[in-house]
């Protein structure tokens, strides 16, 4: 079990339901505020479980993806009633650059949530999860949510060989190419053969062979219910909402106008505290240690 | 970082590649682009008819895009049939670019003017804005051909009509359709 993170105590079922509820509500709108909640939660989220040195290289890696979608969108989209001005006599127009905004903010907090959710949802969780009903589909998670991390590790690794091998020591912009695209070519060799080995080792220690049980630590126990319980019902006030159509947002031809009625706002505070949940209880843990720690 | 000929050259090889898309980009402000055939509507020998329509999406309008429906012209009219100046060698498709810079007619078009320019849009009512069978064809004199707008060549005096159809072209032909 991860220690660093208190979210990651939750029983598998309660955590499932709420990244499945925030990806679903993420993933099927276009409301600018929703978006925000969600990306401003992830984000944060993210930037609690992370240290200094990852809150960077994440900034690093976000904001280039984030400035690039948005300018895609308008390069290729010529909709929108507001032309700002001609491009290869195509219009780029104000909705197409405003809808790209938030197509990348909603991508990004997508991308977060993803990202929380492999590191929420450690292997024996997942197969805690689906072990039963589906083997083969928990092992193939479990397995493909570990790759980036791995072949991350891997390819520092081999870069390391090399460079004690003499490569990368010029300093030279080309070499360096070279050199790491010399890196990349043998990390892929050595993940196709990986997965066939970790295949043949699954298969060869009878895996799905039936007959087999497993053993999980996990027991759900009150404080899950009542995540689940706070999961369910703040899901269900946003799904009213999606349903009655308060969530609605259109950029062509014209931008609607962000709904403000009451029940909108019950919409985007049921929606803004379910994506906040996970940051909630980092930062309640965290000011109970130091609370703790104040008292020795 | 960058200490070797080699990295200079790749460097300007970049620079070269990125100033080639960008010199071959033109870029118009508002004005310009609206501005630019403005002249060349008046004193011609040859003349055509034009006309923009969307009568269909008023019967259909229950599968209009919720957010269009605000800018459907109430007689379905976007431009009443207007006289254009027909230069040499101009197709329908160079007529309805004008047009639609003169009006300041919202239209977007991908394929391009050479051979296969498709109208995706005009006046904000897309492909598929109306139903799935939805999209823009034209008409001449009446009748519809079956090439590109911008492989039409046009002769002095022929009407042009740009009509949004809802059912692939089916619900626009039924009265043409009775002449042939």
């Not at chain 1, 491009?87 to 909603?106: F, K, Q, R, S």
């Not at chain 1, 295949?199 to 497993?214: L, N, P």
């Not at chain 2, 118009?28 to 609206?34: A, F, L």
């Amino acid at each position: 079990m991860n220690d660093r993170i208190t979210f990651a105590n939750f029983h598998p079922v309660s955590l499932f339901f709420y990244f499945a509820a925030m990806l679903v509500f993420t993933m099927f709108t276009q409301n600018p505020v929703l978006i925000l909640f969600s990306l401003v939660g992830a984000s944060l989220f993210s930037a609690a479980t992370s240290t200094r040195e990852q809150i960077f290289a994440d900034i690093k890696f976000y904001v280039p993806v984030f400035i690039v979608i948005s300018l895609t969108n308008p390069i290729f989209s010529h909709s929108g009633a507001t032309p700002l001005f001609f491009m290869n006599d195509n219009p780029v127009t104000l909705e197409a650059v405003l809808c790209g905004v938030d197509i990348a903010a909603m991508i990004s907090a997508v991308m977060l949530i993803c990202k929380a959710f492999s590191k929420v949802m450690e292997s024996e969780k997942l197969l805690c999860l689906f072990g039963k009903a589906a083997p083969k589909l928990s092992v193939v998670l479990s397995m493909s949510l570990r790759f980036i991390p791995l072949f991350k590790r891997k390819f520092k690794e081999i870069k390391d060989a090399q460079k004690a091998l003499g490569y990368f020591k010029s300093g030279s912009f080309s070499e360096s190419l070279m050199s790491n695209a010399r890196v990349f070519s043998a990390l892929v060799t050595w993940a196709l053969e990986n997965g066939a080995d970790t295949a043949d080792s699954i298969s060869a220690r009878g895996y799905d062979v039936g007959g087999r049980k497993s053993f999980a630590l996990f027991r759900f126990k009150k404080r899950d219910a009542i995540l689940m319980t706070i999961t369910l019902v703040l899901s269900s006030v946003t799904l009213v909402g999606f349903l009655l159509g308060k969530a609605d947002f259109e950029f062509y031809p014209y931008i609607t106008q962000i709904n403000t009625d009451a029940l909108s706002v019950i919409l985007y505070a049921a929606f803004g505290s379910l994506s906040l949940i996970p940051f909630i209880f980092e930062v309640k843990e965290a000011l109970h240690w130091k609370y703790l720690r104040s008292k020795i | 970082m960058f200490k070797k000929r080699k990295d200079i050259i790749i460097i300007l090889a970049f620079v070269m590649i990125a100033a080639i898309f960008i010199l071959n980009t033109d870029f118009k402000s508002v004005d310009e682009y609206y501005l630019e055939h403005a002249q060349d509507v008046e004193n011609a020998d040859a003349t055509v008819f034009i006309s923009i329509k969307c009568e269909t999406i008023l019967e259909n309008i229950e599968d209009l895009d919720r957010n269009l429906i605000l800018l459907v012209p109430k007689d379905g009219i976007i431009l009443p049939q207007t006289e254009y100046a027909l230069r040499d060698g101009d197709s329908v498709f160079d007529i309805l670019v004008r047009t639609a810079k003169t009006h300041k007619i919202q239209m977007e078009y991908s394929g391009g003017a050479s051979s296969s320019a498709y109208i995706e849009g005009i006046a904000h009512f897309y492909e598929f804005s109306c139903g799935e069978l939805s999209g823009w064809t034209y008409l001449v004199n009446g009748e519809h051909p079956s090439v590109s707008s911008a492989s039409y060549e046009l002769s002095d005096g022929d009407v042009i009509e740009w009509v949004y159809t809802c059912e692939v072209s089916r619900d626009i032909l039924q009265g043409g359709a009775a002449n042939e």
